[in-house]
């Protein structure tokens, strides 16, 4: 009776894990893995982008810091100041909402301690990675404790006057460091500032750890900021930035960050995923 038992229960525990796998989109078995930047919901509580997360179906989320946690924790934020036990209790909480917390960013500090608590806050909430801007100084420590916190650190590229804007720059400063720091390559930036956004992601071939990913609105003479759009409604070429991706052989986080009709966004990213999966169905 016994082994009868044991038969039942190893058939069902393959059967759920045939089904788990038969849920994968074809991105997701590529090893492409989207996820919601917070800042996509910075008008609302953490507690609410883990909801709005969740009725994404988005499995992952980049949290920035300084994102209000709402719930029981009120007004206080998503910071290496948080305690271990509120640790616990968010990651489980995101947890039962079918949501993890892999990253944390952008994060810019000049002082020395403040890159020492991010890493070991970072390790103690479990997260892959820390996208970040670290200054020029630092990047002998920030390099060491990527090593002693086996943290991946993703820079990203804010626009002038940051060191950053232009993916040489990041090389200059990278090329000869450890294989776990690379780019958080924000495609949108890289447009706004004049350059070729395809030509920055061949550039980084290899170095790059994960996207803000996004499109947006063609330049219009007189206007200065070119707002994100739904995907496949904009310049940058949703096709043109996954093809380099597979041919890249990339695996990592793409996060969303939509930052357009922030009220009521939900509906926008839906699409957005929805080109997403179209598009990597087609070319995967």
């Known amino acids: 009776m016994m082994k009868k038992i044991l038969g039942i229960a190893t058939l069902l525990i393959f059967c759920l894990s045939l089904n788990s796998c038969a849920k994968k989109t074809k991105a997701e078995k590529a090893g492409w893995n989207l996820s919601i930047q917070s800042y996509t919901f910075h008008k609302f509580t953490l507690m609410e982008a883990l909801d709005k997360t969740h009725q994404l179906g988005v499995k992952?989320?980049?949290?920035?810091?300084?994102?209000?946690l709402g719930g029981?924790?009120?007004?206080?934020?998503?910071?290496?100041n948080l305690d271990e036990e509120s640790q616990k209790e968010l990651r489980k909480i995101a947890e039962e909402k079918g949501v993890k917390i892999v990253g944390s960013g952008v994060f810019v500090s000049d002082n020395k301690e403040d890159w020492e608590k991010m890493f070991k806050f970072a390790h103690s909430m479990k997260l892959d990675f820390v996208s970040c801007e670290p200054p020029l100084e630092l990047w002998d420590f920030v390099e060491e404790l990527s090593n002693k916190y086996n943290i991946k650190v993703a820079v990203h590229n804010h626009p002038k006057p940051s060191d950053y804007w232009n993916p040489q720059n990041l090389l200059n400063a990278i090329s000869k460091r450890s294989d776990k720091i690379g780019s958080c390559a924000d495609v949108g930036h890289w447009n706004r500032e004049g350059l070729n956004h395809l030509d920055c992601l061949k550039q980084l071939k290899g170095r790059i750890i994960s996207l803000h990913f996004k499109?947006?609105?063609?330049?219009?003479?007189?206007?200065?900021?070119?707002?994100?759009?739904i995907?496949?409604?904009?310049?940058?070429g949703i096709k043109d930035m996954l093809e380099i991706l597979k041919e890249q052989k990339f695996k990592g986080y793409l996060s969303i960050e939509y930052e357009y009709n922030w009220d009521n966004s939900v509906p926008d990213i839906q699409l957005c995923i929805q080109e997403f999966n179209k598009v990597a169905d087609e070319i995967l």
């Open 215 to 229: 499109d947006i609105l063609p330049k219009e003479e007189g206007v200065a900021w070119q707002e994100d759009t």
């Open 60 to 68: 992952y989320i980049e949290v920035y810091p300084g994102h209000k």
């Open 72 to 80: 029981k924790w009120g007004d206080k934020v998503f910071d290496f």
């Open 231 to 236: 995907w496949g409604k904009g310049c940058l």
